[in-house]
């Protein structure tokens, strides 16, 4: 690990003008990925600004039945959390399915956001890898890339999102706060949040250089039965092959309201715009979903290893708006 200074913020404010003040600075809270990064010498802050202590833990209503999710509240307390279970259940189980119960214990909200890639070639630095290096080149392309996407990749890159979290937000339409070193906050949509890899895959998200997450805001959830379902090669502490994040409301036989997300199929969480479009206003049925699964996959994209994803989000996206969808 790289030699580094450090520093322990005061406040918000604090943060982002320490972290304006230095050349490659870092902001570090749970440090559940920072960390492994900093050892691998793939992340090399020469600076890094404590924020774990900063009043951001807190869970608030906000006006409408919303809710404002603290960046530095941790994602056990968030699963926990009474409001969080009864208007959003989705995230609940989104948040219980990732890591482990003592990572969850440390995660926070904002960092699970900018976690990066669990991409083997990305950790591997003998390995040539576009999202590291600029220009370096993917080896998962040509590669064992079994874990890898098949929505919205690029010739630069096939990484993966590995965030479950962030699935849910997708589907429930949150937004990402954000605070500047100029002191303005800035609210972005998660769906804009995220940046597909084109040719600058190192571009992952739309943060500016210095800006500090202080909360994602959750507008009011509606009706309708949400679900959260995650396909692994084990039963914990793995990340997705593919998951999928479904709200479906059914009024007098009609889909009346759906959101669907996928997870572990794309460089960040991919909405499914175009399997909405397909159920709404048409009656929930089996075959209503497989057409469904097929408009939100036909675009898919596999490279070998990773064929099976797509018929494997297909089935995972039926079987999660059937259950859904039951009286």
Same mark, same amino acid.
Request: glycine share 8%.
């Given at each position: 690990?790289?030699?580094f200074t450090y520093?322990r913020?005061?406040?918000a404010?604090a943060a982002v003008?320490?972290?304006?003040?230095?050349a490659?600075?870092k902001?570090i809270?749970g #440090?559940?990925?920072l960390?492994d990064l900093?050892?691998?010498?793939i992340?090399?802050?020469?600076h890094l600004? %404590?924020i774990?202590?900063?009043?951001?833990q807190?869970?608030?209503?906000?006006?409408? @039945?919303?809710l404002?999710?603290g960046a530095q509240a941790r994602?056990?307390d968030?699963?926990?959390d009474?409001?969080v279970?009864t208007?959003?259940? &989705? &995230?609940?189980?989104? &948040?219980l399915?990732g890591a482990s119960?003592?990572?969850?214990? $440390?995660?926070?909200?904002? @960092?699970?956001?900018?976690?990066r890639?669990?991409c083997?070639?990305?950790?591997d630095?003998t390995?040539p890898c576009?999202?590291?290096?600029? @220009?370096g #080149?993917c080896?998962?392309?040509?590669?064992?890339n079994?874990n890898?996407?098949?929505? #919205?990749a690029s010739?630069a890159?096939?990484?993966?999102?590995?965030?479950d979290?962030?699935v849910?937000?997708?589907a429930?339409?949150a937004?990402?706060?954000? &605070?500047?070193?100029?002191?303005?906050?800035?609210?972005?949509?998660?769906?804009?949040?995220?940046?597909?890899p084109?040719?600058?895959?190192?571009?992952?998200t739309v943060v500016?250089?210095?800006e500090?997450?202080?909360?994602?805001?959750?507008? +009011?959830?509606p009706?309708g039965?949400q679900?959260y379902? $995650?396909?692994? %090669?084990?039963a914990?502490?793995e990340f997705?092959l593919?998951?999928v994040g479904?709200?479906?409301?059914v009024e $007098?036989?009609?889909?009346?309201?759906v959101?669907v997300?996928?997870?572990g199929v794309a460089h960040?969480?991919?909405?499914a715009l175009?399997?909405?479009?397909?159920l709404r206003?048409?009656a929930?049925?089996v075959?209503?979903?497989?057409a469904?699964?097929?408009?939100?996959?036909a675009?898919a994209?596999?490279? @070998?290893?990773?064929?099976?994803?797509i018929e494997?989000?297909?089935?995972?996206l039926?079987?999660a708006l059937t $259950?859904a969808g +039951?009286p």
């Amino acid at each position: 690990m790289k030699a580094f200074t450090y520093e322990r913020a005061a406040d918000a404010r604090a943060a982002v003008a320490a972290a304006a003040a230095r050349a490659n600075a870092k902001f570090i809270a749970g #440090g559940t990925n920072l960390l492994d990064l900093m050892r691998l010498e793939i992340e090399q802050p020469a600076h890094l600004i %404590d924020i774990s202590r900063l009043p951001l833990q807190a869970i608030d209503d906000e006006p409408g @039945g919303g809710l404002r999710l603290g960046a530095q509240a941790r994602n056990s307390d968030t699963a926990a959390d009474p409001r969080v279970r009864t208007r959003y259940p &989705l &995230l609940s189980q989104a &948040l219980l399915a990732g890591a482990s119960a003592q990572l969850r214990n $440390k995660a926070s909200i904002g @960092g699970n956001l900018l976690q990066r890639t669990r991409c083997a070639y990305f950790y591997d630095t003998t390995a040539p890898c576009n999202k590291r290096t600029p @220009g370096g #080149g993917c080896a998962a392309i040509g590669g064992l890339n079994r874990n890898h996407a098949i929505l #919205g990749a690029s010739d630069a890159c096939i990484a993966t999102n590995p965030s479950d979290m962030a699935v849910a937000l997708m589907a429930l339409d949150a937004e990402v706060e954000l &605070l500047g070193a100029t002191g303005a906050s800035r609210r972005v949509a998660l769906r804009d949040f995220y940046l597909l890899p084109e040719t600058t895959p190192h571009i992952e998200t739309v943060v500016h250089p210095g800006e500090l997450i202080t909360a994602v805001v959750l507008p +009011r959830a509606p009706a309708g039965r949400q679900l959260y379902r $995650k396909v692994r %090669d084990r039963a914990s502490y793995e990340f997705a092959l593919v998951s999928v994040g479904v709200l479906l409301a059914v009024e $007098k036989g009609t889909v009346e309201e759906v959101r669907v997300a996928l997870g572990g199929v794309a460089h960040k969480p991919w909405r499914a715009l175009e399997a909405e479009a397909v159920l709404r206003g048409r009656a929930p049925s089996v075959a209503a979903y497989q057409a469904a699964a097929d408009a939100a996959l036909a675009r898919a994209v596999g490279r @070998g290893h990773n064929d099976f994803k797509i018929e494997l989000a297909k089935r995972t996206l039926v079987d999660a708006l059937t $259950k859904a969808g +039951r009286p």
